[in-house]
C-alpha cells in the first residue's frame, strides 16, 4: 500500500490516511491480515506527525477494520468485507466534499444530482477515466 | 515522560513577559511562549524577528532582560545545566572551540557527557545525514556542520528538542531525509520539539503548534488546528464602491480583480460569513490555507 497526502486537501491528514487505508481494501492492494506499515515506518515516509498516523490507526481499529496484535504490528481485520464496510464512509466522504463544494458555489443539491447523473451518462457508464487509470490489472472490479 | 524535575505545569516550554535588548534595539518584546508538552512547535518570523534569541535565552546563553522562561518547571537563568541536559539544540550558528576535533572525535567528546547517549544511534544517525567522520570540525561546509549538529542533537535522545533553523543549508535531498529522521525519532520516544524554519512547507504535516514572531512580538500561538479553522481565505463578489468597513480590522491581505476580491480573514468562518454577507458581499468561496500562507498572514502588514 502507497499512501499518498496531498497539501491541497482541506481535510485533516489522519483522515486522509484513513480514506486511503479504506481505498488499498476496496481495490484489492490491501488485503485481510496484511501487515501495514508501523507508525514510525509511515511516518518517516510520509514525513507526518507520528500521532497523525496513529490518530488514522486508532480511527481504523475503533471501526474494527484493522487490529493491533501486540509486539506484531497492525494488520488488516481477518474478516473485512470491504465492499459492505468501506464503502459507505469512502462515498460519504466524496459526497460530503462534492456537498461543500456546491453550497461554496451557491448550487442546490438537485442540481448538483442530476449534473452528476447527465456527466455518468456522457461518459456512456464507462468507469471514470481517472479509476481505470489507477487501477491497472484488476479482476473485474467492485461494482 | 522519564525527565526528571517536571512541574505540575503541560508546558514543556513556557516563558512569561520575556524582553531582550540588544543597545536601543528590541529583541524581544514581553513574550509569553506557551509550548505544550510533547507538541511539535513551529516558530515562524522573518530574519530578526526574535527566534534564535528566544532559542538562546531558553539554552541560558544569553539573559533576558525582564521576564522568565521555564523549562520543565526549571528556571532557565537558575538551572542553566540542568535544563541543557534535557534538551537536544541546534544553534542558528556554528561553535567555534572544537574546530579541531574530527566529527568523530567531538560524537565521543558529546557521549561523555550524556548518561543516556546512544551510540548505536548516533552511528546510526551519522550514515543516515552522511556526516564525514574523519573531517575536522572547522573544514566541514556548512551543511556538514548542520548535520553533524544534528547528529549532537538527536542522539541523546533528550525530552526537548530545540531547533534553530535545522534543515539551514541542507540541499532538498537531506533536508527530507532529516525531517523523516526527525518523524522517525518523535515515534520512538515522547519529545517535545521547538522549531524554527523558513522552509515552513516543509513541516506543515509535522507541525501541531504554530508560533508567529513579529518585531519580538509573539503575534499569534495557537493548534494547527486553530490556525486551520480560524484563518481562512474568502473569495468574495462585491458591490461597486464596496469597502470591507469594520471587517478591516481583522483583514490581512487583499486582492481584487474586478468585483472580485480574496482576502484572508481570521475569524470563525460562520462569523466572518455573517460579517461579510451583512456588508453586502456575497461569499463565492472560503479555502483553508497552507500552514505558511496563514502563518504570513499574521506577518503582512493590514491592507490599507
Known sequence: MLVTLDSRDDRPLYLQIVDQVRRALLDGTLRAEDPLPSVRELAGELVVNPRTVSQAYRELEGEGVIYIRRGQGTFVAPNIHPDRRERRPLVRGVAERALIEARRNGLGVEELVTMIRELAAEDGGERSPSTTAVRSGEEGGAA | ?304
Open chain 2, 1 to 304: 515522560m522519564t525527565h526528571t524535575n517536571a512541574s505540575a505545569s503541560d508546558y514543556a516550554v513556557s516563558t512569561h513577559g520575556l524582553c531582550k535588548r540588544y543597545g536601543r534595539d528590541t529583541a524581544l518584546d514581553q513574550v509569553g511562549l506557551r509550548v505544550p508538552d510533547g507538541a511539535v512547535y513551529v516558530l515562524v518570523g522573518v530574519n530578526g524577528a526574535g527566534k534564535s534569541t528566544l532559542f538562546k535565552l531558553l539554552m541560558n546563553l544569553e539573559r533576558p532582560d525582564a521576564g522568565t522562561a521555564e523549562v520543565f518547571g526549571l528556571d532557565t537563568g537558575r538551572a542553566g545545566s540542568e535544563v541543557r541536559a534535557q534538551v537536544g539544540y541546534v544553534p542558528d550558528r556554528q561553535d567555534a572551540p572544537y574546530r579541531s576535533m574530527t566529527s568523530a572525535r567531538l560524537l565521543r567528546h558529546a557521549a561523555a557527557f550524556y548518561p543516556k547517549w546512544d551510540h548505536a544511534y548516533a552511528d546510526h544517525l551519522t550514515h543516515a545525514l552522511g556526516v564525514p567522520p574523519q573531517q575536522r570540525v572547522g573544514g566541514l561546509s556548512k551543511g556538514e556542520t548542520r548535520r553533524l549538529q544534528l547528529v549532537l542533537a538527536l542522539a541523546h535522545r533528550p525530552p526537548l528538542l530545540l531547533l534553530d533553523e535545522p534543515t539551514d543549508g541542507l540541499d532538498p535531498v537531506v533536508r527530507r531525509r532529516a525531517l523523516a529522521l526527525l518523524a522517525e525519532h518523535l515515534a520512538d520516544a515522547p519529545t517535545t520539539v521547538l522549531m524554527s524554519t523558513h522552509h515552513v512547507h516543509e513541516v506543515e504535516s509535522l507541525a501541531d503548534h504554530v508560533g508567529v514572531l513579529r518585531d519580538g512580538r509573539l503575534v499569534a500561538q495557537m493548534t494547527r488546528e486553530e490556525l486551520r479553522r480560524t484563518v481562512r481565505s474568502y473569495q468574495l463578489e462585491v458591490p461597486d464602491g464596496w469597502a470591507p468597513g469594520e471587517l478591516h480590522a481583522v483583514e490581512l491581505r487583499r486582492s481584487s480583480a474586478g468585483r472580485d476580491v480574496r482576502c484572508t480573514l481570521v475569524g470563525e468562518e460562520q462569523q466572518v460569513t455573517q460579517r461579510l454577507t451583512a456588508s453586502g458581499a456575497r461569499v463565492r468561496q472560503v479555502s483553508t490555507l497552507a500552514l505558511e500562507d496563514a502563518a504570513l498572514a499574521f506577518l503582512s502588514e493590514d491592507a490599507s
